[in-house]
């Protein structure tokens, strides 16, 4: 099993983006104002001891020694050892909304990051439990199965963003019945279902879907993201506002009332996500009350690290860079005459 241990820092890659737009820029700035001066190449000679492709050379060595020090920094893994491991605890089943109205900020950082926050603090306070990952938005996606690897499921968790489901809406129903099809049902307890949205439901059949999980043996507990004062969602693309058909601005609100009627109906609680690590422990403590059931699951418990490898390259590749020069003289003249 492939891994990146800190799969955060892979966010960084970004910066790529940015820095090749500039140098595209660069050289096509450069290019016009050459024109300006008569014919490229004629004018190119004017520079005798200066050859673009040395420039570009320096750039993209500069480029990939950036990526591969990225990655090393992510710290790429494989999986050496697995072993069967023998625990008690309680299937969780977490549906994370991701619609576009999670992006609201009446919450800071966003709805959704305040989400992640959330759960990364309670993969770490359930190391016994299997925990498994729906996203949903207008649809809903199996994200990640139940698994005892929770450093596989903080993984997961890192890459979660709006574009993964391009169906809009917020269609809890779904959510759940995925949620409840991902459970073994030969087991009748120790199971729960986690729920974290805003509750802007725009599909029908939550309620129903709640009322079957409950006779499936399965809780559910809901956590409401946002503020029932709302506020607008600014598309990341455009930096606008979200608007209505009449132009007017869309205001996302928590819709608690829904939220605690499907808590009712899976037997479970309703909590709505202020202080992140005062409801880790509500819900830490809630599952802890359920009972375990025993189970046994292949792991990987010894990983190998290949970080080095990718740094060791990148520091020959900035070596490299270092000896190219800004000016081709003597043999440097003749490898870049073009």
């Not at 549906?95 to 603090?121: I, N, T, Y």
């Not at 925990?131 to 890192?158: C, K, S």
Request: charge should be neutral.
């Amino acid at each position: 099993m492939l891994r990146f241990q800190h799969s955060e820092f892979l966010w960084w890659l970004g910066l790529l983006i940015p820095a090749l737009l500039a140098f595209i820029s660069l050289v096509w700035w450069r290019r016009k104002a050459i024109r300006r001066w008569g014919e490229a190449r004629l004018v190119e000679q004017l520079f005798t001891d200066y050859r673009h492709s040395l420039f570009r050379w320096k750039f993209w060595l500069l480029w990939l020694a950036l990526l591969l020090i990225i990655v090393g920094a992510a710290n790429l893994q494989m999986g050496t050892h697995l072993e069967k491991v023998a625990t008690k605890g309680v299937d969780v089943m977490i549906a994370l909304d991701v619609s576009k109205s999670m992006l609201a900020q009446d919450v800071q950082p966003s709805r959704l990051q305040r989400a992640e926050q959330l759960l990364s603090r309670l993969f770490d306070q359930l190391p016994g439990d299997r925990i498994g990952l729906v996203v949903f938005a207008g649809e809903a996606y199996l994200q990640m199965p139940l698994t005892l690897d929770h450093a596989a499921a903080h993984m997961y968790l890192n890459s979660i963003s709006p574009d993964m489901v391009p169906t809009p809406g917020t269609n809890i129903a779904s959510a759940l019945q995925m949620a409840r099809e991902a459970f073994n049902h030969q087991e009748k307890t120790h199971k729960v279902i986690l729920l974290i949205t805003d509750g802007e439901d725009f599909g029908q059949g939550a309620i129903e879907q709640a009322q079957k999980a409950y006779q499936e043996g399965i809780i559910i507990y809901t956590i409401g993201v946002g503020t029932p004062a709302g506020a607008p969602i600014r598309d990341p693309q455009t930096g606008d506002y979200k608007r209505d058909e009449n132009g007017q601005i869309v205001i996302s609100r928590l819709n608690e009332a829904e939220l605690k009627q499907i808590a009712a109906e899976g037997h479970g609680s309703f909590q709505y996500l202020d202080q992140v690590s005062t409801v880790a422990r509500n819900l830490e403590n809630s599952i802890n009350q359920m009972g375990k059931q025993a189970y046994r699951e292949n792991v990987f418990t010894d990983y190998n690290s290949y970080f080095q490898y990718f740094l060791a390259i990148a520091l020959i590749v900035l070596v490299g860079e270092m000896f190219i020069p800004e000016k081709s003289t003597g043999l440097w003249a003749k490898l870049f005459s073009s």
